[in-house]
């Protein structure tokens, strides 16, 4: 079955960096776009950024774009969110996620806080 393990998140200052991490297992990853989205308290999960299944396209939310990069390792089944000068707006959960077979399957997630 498709799953993620996710990693990187934690407590950061302003103007700080993280890199998160999916690790996927259970569908041919190489082969699938994939995303990372996030929530924060009171709102409704949002699309940060997307790859495709080459890495040649990429595309961001535009509250992300120029901080945020997203990547992945097809040997690795891995794909990353490298995010840097953080504002306290990007404070939230962060899934990945992909679209596989007509259904959307998430993983579990990793906290992302930003405070002074």
């Avoid at 940060?48 to 080459?54: E, F, G, M, R």
């Avoid at 995010?83 to 990793?110: A, F, P």
Wanted: hydrophobic share 35%.
């Amino acid at each position: 079955q498709v799953q993620f393990v996710e990693s990187g998140g934690g407590l950061v200052q302003p103007g700080e960096s993280l890199r998160l991490s999916c690790a996927a297992s259970g569908f041919l990853f190489r082969a699938y776009d994939m995303s990372w989205y996030r929530q924060a308290p009171g709102k409704e999960r949002e699309l940060v950024a997307v790859i495709d299944s080459t890495a040649r396209r990429k595309n961001y939310a535009d509250s992300v774009k120029g901080r945020f990069i997203i990547s992945r390792d097809n040997e690795k089944n891995a794909v990353y969110l490298q995010m840097n000068s953080l504002k306290i707006e990007d404070t939230g959960v962060y899934y990945c996620k992909v679209h596989h077979r007509g259904s959307d399957y998430w993983g579990q997630g990793t906290q992302v806080t930003v405070s002074p």
